[in-house]
């Protein structure tokens, strides 16, 4: 037992301290068995100091009640020690002897929780006050073991021990709801946090893992973690997140093995917790509540979940379900059941159930909040006990007490509808009654009453007073076979309703005489106290009462105190029952009566006594006021002195100092409430009020003179006031005396009881200075409810608002009283005889005064109905004597009778009549406008609800003659939302049709407009064309003509030779393959599988559901929708068909009624005796016009209110009393037709009868009148008759005809309705299952959506990636035809290299080593921007560099070998094509190694794509198997309805031993049609068979003969082949392709070449004779220029001349100086050699240009070569022109000749 607390302590992660520390910790370390004292820390009575008031002054005796209210007030720590919460106690009850034992609060505050520890050796106790302590107790010793401290502010409400016991949580409530860890063995504190914000009920560790706990409150849960941190130990909270779930109060939950928490909610649902948010909510089946209310408690025993609900039951789930569920849709839910559950009984709501080992077996003990403590045994077995209710309580608070006058007899009453009585003498209850409602008054009869002193008077909240007796039954005789072994019983003797409303006060008169009940409907009720209770009267108050008290008998006056809520007092004398009349009502206007409204001076008394030295109010202000005119006073002489000595004094409002303002006068603006109140004297006295009046005593008085003001304006104050130690919020709610007064028990209101002993019996500031104080009840909500002593002052009985009773010995030990012993009050004499008392049970029963109104009113009714008879009597008579002088007048002649006119003595008084008349509807009219408008649209909506509805209502068409009938179908008109689905699919067909047609039009839009595009293009193309053919020749067209020609006839040849292939094509293609199916026999096998149907059944296991059977929630929706909308269509037509017989049958109602008349009129004039009887006319039935049921006119009306009125007198009678309707509301109800004018009836028939009478006397007269008639006439007659006798008998004939074809059509179409009625039925029956199925495809419509949209997204993947795929697959097509191309380029360089070197070129090893020679690239290279391509850069640039390495490895071959320079003796064209070639060479390389690259990477990501697809496709597979399998288990779920399927006999042919089974779950059922195809089908396939065996037998034949032919046609193939062959060789010498040299015999490309070449040679003809013609112009020019540059040149010749004669004659006269100029000048030989020069030049290029011209004169294709060749050659002579424009500048052409050319060039032409 020792090592267990170690090791837990060990497993907390905690650093390891150092050996200081560790002494440190031995020495602080308490001992284990160290004890507190007991004595020394419970909490004691207090007493002011030095008032003598012994300590022991009362000692709690017995605590009766329970606080059933507490979440949990329960604990067991062995099987028969129970221990519960009551008030500031804990109280251990022993089961067996029924004997309690008290722990009191350490702090006098309060209990807040009880905790055991595991093993049951301790248990803690949580205190509730300021800075409250944590107390763990030893048991069974009960000595205090820890205390632990400073844990919370306030309050604790929970605690748990760890499963080991060596940690203990607390959590505190508010403000701080502190949750602590404690190592409570060393009263330290390990962790704390805030819980939460709000209440916490509820702290839990969890039983596998210590370092997690849980916390739960007011809208959250929490999870907590004790988590090591870089810190040290922390606390961490995980608030739970409720998600989608509504936010609910959790107050019970367990944590389970693996981590999880199931947690309760309010609305009866559990809740299972992972990782702080909701896995799942788990409901019972049809998403049922776990429980019917918030699920209280929850517990995890011997691995099954039990839960515990306020509704009454416990449930035990399966704990493997509930730990592995999870939501199978979006609501989040999970249907699961209970394996057993326990109702333990009606009324009953647990909070908390705990477990105890009782003799090895399990026992739970239940807490109720209803008020009982439940035995239960939850083994779920053969053996297992039925619920046991060990105790009960009153559930919540105590609403009255009282003490028995007589003996130790105390009765109590609550809201829980009972009156309970103990005796706390022997502390036990002695019985109990139960009434419909709740208790809230309750006194117990004077001696004066009752001298046996077994009369209580109880008050309840319906406002009903029952008088009941205790009497004990042994004293009643006993009958045979009957015991009597009760102790007490209570009987209820008499009920009365004097209140509405709940009754809060009874008081008995002194005397006896009279009993006063106070109630919360503002009325004191007096009654007379007889033996049967006598009502005398009541007054009105002027608030809700709260307390009654008479005056005590040392008074003159028997008076009554009245205390009202609202803060007034009243007091009125005992009423005398002969003083007041109570015929019409029981209220007493006339009763004396004195007010007190109570005036708040409690802001007053507060201002007085903060004023310095106790100075009156008066005083300090007249001190402040004479303060304030000296400074006046001194502030004028001032100024006047200022004044004398001249200065001017500017006045200026001087800032009056701030007074230090008196404390304000605060009156309260709700009057504060009067708690309790007591008589001091005659009209005097004391009152305690609650709210800011609180605190003090008030001394009232009534007023002596009688102010006839209103109450409410009254402003009465007390003339004495006591001032109450502690009670400013914490007021006086009950006071009670001993019977000497000489103590005075007053109950406050946080639960504490006080006694001030009273020396003088009255009371005074000194006598209320010293008093004893104890806290017993609950300090939160235990407001004392009731306190009295027992008759012999020796106990004191209280009662609170926590639900406890405690009785107290005052002044003496418990031991004195042992012989002691209550007396049960004997039975009256006779009472086994009476009749049980009846009983008020309905809340709304009228009260005494209601009865009283309401005989008062139906007499005052009775005596008004007297009053219209007898007027109505009168009316009658003066109506009989009326028409009696019209019948007299009627008599006389007309010449002396009195017109009607005369009757009026005065017209306007019927004017006026008529006038209000006419007023009068016209205000009732206005009266009634607003009922008339409810009924109306009352009216208007029922219509709305019942028969707009409806399309067609029931009619029934009777037959005339016959009893046969039939009737319409009662038809609802289709829903709204069908003809919505109806819309909407015809819109979308709309829709699709428009867009359908909008994009054809578009499609012929882009396609015109793509032709005439097209049409465009090739007329621009036509028209270059034109142009382009404009300079060519005939030649050319004719050329062109001869090639098209050529070109058609190899057309002609290439499509024959296609044809031909085309057609092989097609013949191979015919050939049919190895595993070839003719397309008929395959059409014809899958129209078999169609249509032959599978008759699989679709329960078996291989059935497999087809894809255009799979049925989905709109499918079916669609399926009802269309079933019901043809059950409509087929009950519309059969309707319409009803409805045209009932217009039939009215139209032949009134033929027949046309009939009828003639019939009659013809009958008039033949005898009686040949008159045939008339047929009777058919009358409507009222069910065939249903509609006249709802037009109504006022004769309907009155007579249908006539009917109302008729019925509700009779109920009336019924009752015995009039309706309390018309007692309540209170209308006149208006007079019946037949009230009015009775004589009505009487009217009618005389007229008639005077009518009457006339008639006959003028037939009289007409028969005396009438003469014989002759021999014609008779004639005429006979003929008349015979013709009216078959007229007669037609018309008769006639009637009788309609009528049988009536009755035909209506039997024939009764016929057709009940074939309709057996399809309906079918349909309906269909309907059921159709929407049973429904139902189920809904419940499984989430799971197949799921498994369809990831089959869908597959697909939409795998597309998606097959089209990426295809789109790699030809892109890489595109590059292969790249590299190919490449590749052939490469090819036809090398090879038009080899065509420029020529044959026997000594240069072509070179020239080859130069066009194959590698350089290196040094272009920078494209930094990739994709990083996954970075390591292929690098594997590039690897080659790359050692690509560069070989090509300077190579290079250092043949280091002579240099490819920048043009060897000798080589051509310099040649070797420059070579370099250029070498460029394209490589550009070609580089352009084939991006390609590869390109495509090696497309290959790439085509494999990552395969496989990426190969996994789409094994997914594809796995969703589809999961669907398909899905689609079966919805089959079976399917299979599992019934489908009702109606046969006859003769139908069911599935016979045992040719006698009908009566199991029929072997058959089939199957549809005569399938029947007769199936056994047809037979003798088909027989048939059939027969026929292929001898179609298979010709088809072997035609195969034999076919393969005989194939082995001759492919010898006469082979001889064809060799004769083809032997002619090829014949003619071409070898064997050629055919078809290839007819494709190829004409080279187009060649001959367009040549046509283009004899155009180019045209245009260079053309071209060169423009330059021809040009030369001879610049020759001729030239010509001219010379000529001119000639004669200049002689002229400058001739100047020389002259100059060299000129100077030879200045040398002559020089001679001296020409010694210089003789011999050659320099400057002419230069000037020579340079004109020479340019002589030559002129001659080349003179042979130049005449080479140029013969080239131009010949016609070969290397024109422009030659051209350029010439013009490279040292320099150019002359521009080409490029336009015939430009030989018209000959000047800029050519250069100019110098003289020097023409001298020394004299030949140039």
Known sequence: MEAAPEESRTSLPKESPTAEEQEEEVEKKISETFFYNYEDIYSRPFVTEDSGIPINLLTLKHSFGYDCTRSVNLLLLDSKTLMYIAGNQVVLLDLKTESQCYLRSSGGGGIGFITAHPTKQYFAVGEKGKKPNLIIYDYPSLRPYRILRGGTEEAYVFGDFNDAGTLLASVGSSPDYMLTIWDWKQEKIVLRSKAFSQDVYKVTFSADNEEQLTTSGAGHIRFWKMALTFTGLKLQGALGRFGKTAVTDIIGYVELPDGKVISGTEWGNLLLWEGGLIKVELCRAGHKPCHSGPVSQVVLDEGELVTVGKDGFIRVWNFETIDAADSVDDTGLLEVEPMNELHVGRNVSLSFVSKVHDCGQPVWYAQDTNGAIWKLDLTFSNMTRDPECLYTFHSGRIEAMSVSPITYLMATTALDRSVRVYDFISNSQLSEIKFKKGGTALMWAPRVVNPKGGLIAVGFEDGVVRIIEVYDPKGLPILAGQTNTENAKINLKQAFKPHATAVTALAYERNGDVLATGSKDKTVFFFAVEDEYKPIGFICVPGPVQALQWSPSSHVKSTLLILCENGFALQVPAPLPEEHDTVSTYQMKNLPTQYFHFYSIKSRIKVKNSLVEELHLEEEIALREKIKQEKEKAKLEWIKQQQEVGKEIEEEDEEEPEEEPLPPLYIPEEPSPILCGFYSSPGKFWLSLGGYDSGFLYHCEFSSNDQQEDPENRQDEPFEVIPIEGTDNNPIHQISFCTSRLLMFCGMQNGALRVYPLQDKDLSVNNLKEYWSFNVH????????????????????????????????????????????????????????????????????????????????????????????????????????????????????????????????????????????????????????????????????????????????????????????????????????????????????????????????????????????????????????????????????????????????????????????????????????????????????????????????????????????????????????????????????????????????????????????????????????????????????????????????????????????????????????????????????????????????????HPMKIASSVVTEQQKVFEIEKAEPTEMELEILKREKIKNLYLQETLIKKISALVINFDAELRFLRHKKLKLDVQMKSADLRYITWYEELLILKNLEKHENLLQGRVSTLISEQEALQLKLNSYLAQMEDRKCEIVKLQECAKALYANFQASLGEDNEFAHFLTKVLKKKIKCMEKKEVRREADEEDENEEENDEESSSGIDEENSGSEDEDFDDTVCPKNCNEALFQNTIQLRQKRLDIEKALTEEKKVAANLRKKHNSLAKKAKVVEISLNTAERELETFQWEKQQRLNELYVVVPLKLHQVEYLVNGEMPSDFSQALVFTNQSLEYLQKRIVDLRNEKIMQREIYKKALEQHKQLVQDKKEMEINIRRLEEKCNHLMMKKFGRLVDFEAVQAHSVNLHMEELKVQIMEKEYAHSQELKEWEERILDLQQQLMKLTKENTSKLQQLNQFCLEKQQLETKLASLKNDLGVEFQGTRTTDIKEKARLESRLKHMAHDTALLREEINILSRKDGCLREELALLRRKDGCLFLQPSSPQDSETPTESFPVLTPETVTNSPSLP
């Not at 039975?827 to 049980?836: F, I, T, V």
């Not at 919505?980 to 039009?1001: F, I």
């Not at 129209?1087 to 709109?1114: D, F």
């Not at 017989?1141 to 033949?1166: G, H, N, P, Y």
């Open 778 to 1245: 609950d300090n939160d909500y235990g407001q004392i409810q009731g306190i009295c002593s027992s008759y012999d002052d020796r106990f004191l009985i209280t009662c609170g608002g926590d639900g406890n009773i405690f009785a107290f010995n005052i002044l003496s030990p418990e031991d004195v009283h042992k012989e002691l012993k209550a007396k049960i009050p004997s039975p009256r004499s006779g009472l086994e005889k009476e009749k049980a008392a009846e009983d008020i049970e309905d809340p709304n029963a009228y009260n005494i005064e209601e009865v009283k109104q309401k005989k008062e009113y139906e007499r005052i009714m009775k005596e008004a109905e007297q009053k219209k008879k007898k007027k109505r009597e009168e009316l009658v008579a003066l109506r009989h004597e009326f028409l009696f002088l019209l019948q007299k007048n009627q008599e006389l002649p007309k010449h002396m009778q009195l017109h009607r006119e005369q009757y009026e003595m005065d017209h306007r008084i019927f004017e006026e009549l008529d006038r209000q008349t006419a007023q009068r509807i016209q205000l009732v009219q206005k009266e009634l406008a607003w009922e008339h408008e409810k009924h109306l649209i009352g009216l208007q909506k029922l219509q709305n609800q019942f028969r707009d509805s409806l399309e067609f209502d029931t009619v029934v068409v009777h037959a005339i003659q016959s009893n046969h009938q039939i009737s319409t179908y009662r038809l609802l008109a289709m829903s709204e939302k069908y003809h919505q689905d109806k819309e909407r699919l015809s819109w979308k067909k709309t829709v699709l049709k428009g867009a359908w047609k909008q994009a054809e039009k578009r499609e012929i839009i882009d396609e015109t407009r793509r032709s005439d595009a097209r049409i465009s293009e090739g007329e621009a193309e036509k028209l270059k064309m034109l142009e382009v053919r404009k300079p060519t020749t005939h030649y050319i067209e004719s050329k062109r003509e001869q090639i098209r020609r050529i070109v058609e006839k190899s057309d002609k040849v290439k499509a024959n030779i296609m044809k031909r292939k085309a057609e092989w094509d097609e013949l191979y293609k015919s050939k049919p393959s190895d595993d070839y199916e003719n397309p008929k026999d395959v059409e014809d096998i899958r129209e078999a599988q169609e249509n032959m149907g599978c008759y699989k059944l679709k329960t078996a296991a291989n059935y497999k559901v087809p894809e255009h059977m799979h049925m989905s929630t709109e499918k079916k929706v669609m399926q009802l929708t269309s079933l019901e909308a043809l059950v409509h269509k087929k009950k519309v037509n059969m309707n319409k068909e009803i409805m045209s017989l009932r217009d039939l049958k009215v139209s032949i109602i009134d033929e027949i009624k046309c009939l009828v008349q003639e019939l009659k009129s013809i009958q008039a004039t033949l005898d009686l005796s040949e008159r045939l009887p008339l047929p009777l006319i058919p009358q409507l039935h009222p069910d065939e016009v249903p509609e006249k049921k709802f037009e109504y006119d006022s004769d309907i009306l009155l007579k249908f209110k006539e009917e109302q009125e008729a019925k509700a007198k009779l109920q009336e009678q019924l009752e015995g009393s009039p309706s309390s309707h018309a007692f309540r509301h209170g209308f006149l109800r208006a007079p019946s037709i037949k009230e009015i004018d009775p004589m009505a009836q009487t009217e009618g028939p």
